[in-house]
């Protein structure tokens, strides 16, 4: 007899449930959201487990790795498509998720999600962090425009962070109401802002000692951070049978929508990592507007942009360069910036 396992996860407990390959329920538990917890009740449950299974979530990285390890078949799957199938349920609880997620890992209607390597994960977190940080210097900065603004004080609209300090400092100092307050947020924003400029060098020597990497930033645009985004964010070059499927997993694909005589075309989908598109966007726009260099991808580019829009025209480049870079990676090769180069 075959056993099915489904796992309703949330951040501290865990519904569990057992069906047969009849579909029949055989066991309810309710436990810790830890793997040996997991690994117990199944272990008293005695027979052996056919699959095991549980929908994407911020636990799911840590539950996954860890069953694998113990030797359970464990799938992860797609929120959204999960979601759909227990739509039909009544009555939302924790047990019937449970339940249902069990009979979609008996009946194999689910997609698999692409587990990512801790490589990955401690890319992320890097670059993440960077952001966090950044984020926070910016907000400071705002705070303190804002304040300056009720004593007419204006500062130019376009400050580089490195000169913030430099400015603004002798403005708080040559007041004592204005030194009284502001200073201490002056200081918070510094030491942000130093620690800011550690993280930054931490991630461009990263970048620069990673052989694919190195191989990415060849292309015009694409330097250390959207490298290591789209590392990150792609992890295993070969789960993408198609280097064209890229731009549609990251969301810069139009969006359709298709019945009968009726069929429109919409926006890009916006599916997928956000930090990824956001970063292919800025590539693009780098491409276009800052590289000298001409290359057919630049030309394409220019022209489209010229019939299309600015906005258009860079995410179309966008789209060509999610393309280039993973096939790029796949095939170890440079990019190439002339069609002499290509036709080699």
């Given at each position: 007899?075959?056993?099915?396992?489904?796992?309703?996860?949330?951040?501290?407990?865990?519904?569990?449930?057992?069906?047969?390959?009849?579909?029949?329920?055989?066991?309810?538990?309710?436990?810790?959201?830890?793997?040996?917890?997991?690994?117990?009740?199944?272990?008293?449950?005695?027979?052996?487990?056919?699959?095991?299974?549980?929908?994407?979530?911020?636990?799911?990285?840590?539950?996954?790795?860890?069953?694998?390890?113990?030797?359970?078949?464990?799938?992860?799957?797609?929120?959204?498509?999960?979601?759909?199938?227990?739509?039909?349920?009544?009555?939302?609880?924790?047990?019937?998720?449970?339940?249902?997620?069990?009979?979609?890992?008996?009946?194999?209607?689910?997609?698999?999600?692409?587990?990512?390597?801790?490589e990955s994960h401690y890319i992320r977190a890097m670059l993440s962090s960077r952001k966090a940080v950044l984020r926070k210097c910016v907000d400071l900065e705002n705070e303190i425009r804002g304040l300056f603004k009720t004593f007419g004080?204006?500062?130019?609209?376009?400050?580089?962070?490195?000169?913030?300090?430099?400015?603004?400092?002798?403005?708080?100092?040559?007041?004592?109401?204005?030194?009284?307050?502001?200073?201490?947020?002056?200081?918070?924003?510094?030491?942000?802002?130093?620690?800011?400029?550690?993280?930054?060098?931490?991630?461009?020597?990263?970048?620069?000692?990673?052989?694919?990497?190195?191989?990415?930033?060849?292309?015009?645009?694409?330097?250390?951070?959207?490298?290591?985004?789209?590392?990150?964010?792609?992890?295993?070059?070969?789960?993408?049978?198609?280097?064209?499927?890229?731009?549609?997993?990251?969301?810069?694909?139009?969006?359709?929508?298709?019945?009968?005589?009726?069929?429109?075309?919409?926006?890009?989908?916006?599916?997928?990592?956000?930090?990824?598109?956001?970063?292919?966007?800025?590539?693009?726009?780098?491409?276009?507007?800052?590289?000298?260099?001409?290359?057919?991808?630049?030309?394409?580019?220019?022209?489209?942009?010229?019939?299309?829009?600015?906005?258009?025209?860079?995410?179309?480049?966008?789209?060509?360069?999610?393309?280039?870079?993973?096939?790029?990676w796949v095939d170890g090769t440079p990019y190439r910036w002339s069609d002499m180069e290509v036709a080699k």
């Amino acid at each position: 007899m075959s056993y099915f396992v489904g796992l309703d996860v949330a951040l501290r407990s865990v519904a569990l449930c057992v069906v047969d390959a009849d579909g029949d329920i055989v066991l309810e538990r309710a436990l810790d959201c830890e793997v040996e917890a997991i690994d117990g009740c199944l272990s008293k449950f005695g027979k052996p487990i056919t699959k095991l299974g549980f929908e994407a979530g911020v636990m799911s990285q840590m539950l996954f790795h860890g069953l694998q390890a113990l030797g359970y078949d464990a799938v992860c799957m797609e929120a959204r498509q999960v979601s759909a199938a227990l739509s039909a349920m009544r009555n939302k609880t924790d047990k019937n998720d449970a339940r249902g997620i069990a009979q979609v890992v008996r009946t194999g209607w689910y997609k698999p999600v692409h587990m990512k390597s801790r490589e990955s994960h401690y890319i992320r977190a890097m670059l993440s962090s960077r952001k966090a940080v950044l984020r926070k210097c910016v907000d400071l900065e705002n705070e303190i425009r804002g304040l300056f603004k009720t004593f007419g004080i204006r500062l130019p609209s376009t400050l580089a962070h490195h000169r913030f300090d430099d400015i603004v400092r002798p403005i708080i100092e040559a007041d004592e109401g204005l030194a009284f307050a502001l200073t201490p947020m002056l200081e918070a924003r510094g030491a942000l802002y130093a620690h800011y400029r550690e993280m930054d060098k931490r991630v461009k020597r990263v970048a620069a000692q990673d052989p694919v990497c190195n191989l990415l930033m060849t292309t015009p645009g694409v330097g250390a951070m959207t490298a290591l985004h789209f590392k990150a964010a792609v992890d295993d070059p070969a789960r993408f049978n198609s280097s064209r499927t890229v731009a549609a997993h990251f969301g810069l694909t139009p969006r359709r929508f298709q019945s009968g005589e009726m069929d429109n075309l919409g926006r890009i989908s916006r599916a997928g990592d956000t930090e990824m598109r956001a970063a292919l966007y800025t590539a693009a726009n780098s491409l276009l507007t800052r590289t000298k260099q001409m290359s057919p991808l630049k030309d394409w580019g220019l022209r489209l942009v010229k019939r299309r829009g600015r906005k258009r025209g860079t995410v179309a480049v966008a789209r060509k360069l999610a393309v280039i870079l993973h096939r790029m990676w796949v095939d170890g090769t440079p990019y190439r910036w002339s069609d002499m180069e290509v036709a080699k």
